[in-house]
């Protein structure tokens, strides 16, 4: 060969292997995509290759950039990073698929027909319900369970509150752990009426039905846990807070996983337990790419709507009742000690004034200037206004915005007028902290996190209740919701690098929405619907 004739296949071989283009296995173009970055920005098109976002940018150029397995026209939609619901009940829901559905009764009839109906279709020997609520009733007291006695004498009910924090039970239930009105307990209520027990316990005497009727089977449990991947994905989540679980089902969750059935991303907090405290403490967090073990969740007090939440001064609709704390100080304390001594991150349940303060001051005096902890106060309800000097990135705030839409028909009843304003109060916790950590608490609430958004931001009910919205000047903005459903609660779990935005080397979690929810009508915004759902570039769900 001579000299012309090499250097011209030299010149052709470099424009060969100058021309040869990376490979990407997704493209996503003619979209409207908020990346939730630093800046806020939006971008038209990205590509995605191994599960992360690979780049950001005009389709264009993307095309001439990379060789594209496959393409996904958009057709002009909003494209947000998959949300994080940070602080919601993943098992529970899928627990609750298997039993008896009370959320939306009005009255305690129709909570009867639903248990006989259900009772007539699946025959078990204990049956078990949640979701009911007193505060939605003509009648707004606790139940009694006289009815239940009657219509099953023989066969344990037990029915809970739609917070958790209450439980109804008949006599046969009763019976079966050995209440009376003798049996002792700390931190809630056995009710007595006349002398009589009512069927009405209030937190930790729940305990004790909750060790029987927690006590099923593991296709059961792994039944449920894929019920509510399901329902999970269909609202547009990724990634889920489950507040509350134990080793066993900690480690289903991780088997599941590893047998890319469960695909869905679990920031798992662990419940205040010794079994759960003694492993995990000794071994230190356990992380995948789907599953994350880095905290403990402990409850403070218990609810307002049970009247369970510690307060200050007493309630304003019950005098001389202040509510209780679950667990006595001096063990929250050395929990809370012990904790700060290994790499966990802390997340207390706090809804009355009290408990907040009393997680709060506690947090503060162990933590002082250990930086990037990033403990977390579980709801953040009802603040005392000299307390929320302690918030900050280092003590954040984890709230759930439907709770305010829920609660506002009767939180003043409870709080009074003054007190009423530290409570729901999102935009002032958001301006202490810097951020604010949003989720559902489902089963508690709906699913649903166009609900969280549109509580967040209008502070209404979707019958536009109150004109005005309540308390709207603690409403947030459209911005700091999305951030918070997204980036902010990445960051309460440690895992803002990896994912809760549209960047470049993060998990390619992100939803196709049927509207764009940073601009439409507010009032729209609860009949969103997610077209698909893609969890490390792979579509998991499709509307």
């Not at 899928?94 to 008896?100: A, C, D, H, L, S």
């Not at 792994?222 to 089902?249: C, N, P, R």
Request: with cysteine; hydrophobic share 35%.
């Amino acid at each position: 060969m001579n000299r012309i004739a090499t250097l011209l296949l030299l010149s052709f071989l470099m424009v060969s292997c100058g021309s040869q283009k990376e490979k990407a296995d997704l493209l996503i173009f003619n979209a409207s995509i908020y990346t939730v970055d630093d800046e806020f920005s939006k971008a038209s098109a990205f590509t995605v290759k191994d599960g992360k976002f690979q780049e950001v940018g005009d389709v264009e150029i993307l095309r001439d950039k990379y060789d594209i397995y496959t393409e996904v026209d958009a057709e002009g939609k909003a494209v947000f990073p998959g949300f994080i619901d940070a602080h919601a009940h993943f098992y529970g829901l899928g627990m609750q698929q298997q039993r008896v559905d009370l959320t939306g009764t009005k009255s305690f009839e129709e909570v009867v027909t639903r248990i006989v109906e259900f009772q007539q279709k699946n025959p078990v020997d204990f049956i078990v319900g949640r979701g009911w609520d007193q505060n939605d009733w003509e009648i707004k007291e606790f139940p009694v369970k006289d009815t239940l006695d009657r219509l099953f004498p023989d066969t344990p009910v037990a029915i809970t509150r739609i917070d958790g924090h209450a439980m109804l039970v008949n006599q046969a239930a009763l019976d079966k752990v050995n209440i009376t009105t003798e049996t002792k307990f700390e931190g809630g209520d056995i009710e007595q009426k006349n002398g009589e027990l009512t069927g009405i316990l209030i937190d930790n005497p729940m305990i004790l039905i909750e060790k029987i009727t927690d006590d099923i089977d593991i296709d059961t449990k792994v039944e449920s846990l894929m019920d509510a991947q399901e329902i999970s994905f269909s609202y547009g989540l990724t990634t889920v807070d489950d507040a509350g679980l134990d080793k066993e089902i900690v480690e289903i969750i991780d088997s599941l996983n590893n047998s890319e059935v469960l695909k869905i991303r679990i920031y798992a907090m662990l419940s205040n337990t010794k079994e759960n405290l003694d492993h995990y403490l000794e071994k230190g967090p356990y992380k995948t790419d789907r599953l994350n073990v880095r905290s403990v969740k402990f409850y403070g007090d218990g609810a307002l709507g049970s009247r369970g939440a510690a307060l200050k001064e007493e309630y304003s609709d019950r005098p001389d009742h202040f509510g209780a704390l679950l667990s006595p100080v001096s063990e929250f304390k050395a929990t809370a000690a012990r904790i700060a001594k290994s790499e966990f991150q802390m997340n207390t349940h706090a809804i009355g004034d009290s408990a907040n303060y009393l997680v709060l001051k506690t947090y503060d005096s162990l933590l002082g200037d250990r930086k990037d902890r990033r403990w977390r106060v579980e709801h953040s309800q009802v603040i005392d206004e000299k307390d929320f000097k302690y918030f900050s990135k280092n003590i954040i705030p984890s709230v759930q915005p439907t709770h305010a839409t829920s609660d506002m028909y009767w939180a003043e009843d409870r709080l009074g007028e003054e007190r009423i304003r530290g409570a729901y109060a999102y935009k002032k916790l958001l301006k202490q902290a810097g951020i604010v950590a949003l989720g559902t608490d489902f089963p508690v609430e709906q699913v649903n996190p166009f609900l969280t958004f549109y509580a967040a931001v209008d502070r209404q009910d979707t019958k536009n209740y109150p004109e005005g919205g309540f308390m709207k000047d603690q409403a947030l903005s459209r911005e700091e919701t999305l951030k918070g459903m997204t980036i902010w609660a990445a960051y309460s779990n440690f895992e803002e690098k990896e994912k809760g935005s549209i960047e470049p080397g993060k998990f390619a979690d992100f939803i196709i929405l049927d509207r764009d929810i940073m601009k439409v009508e507010i009032d729209s915004v609860p009949d969103t619907k997610v077209i698909s759902t893609f969890v490390d570039g792979e579509q998991v769900y499709k509307n």
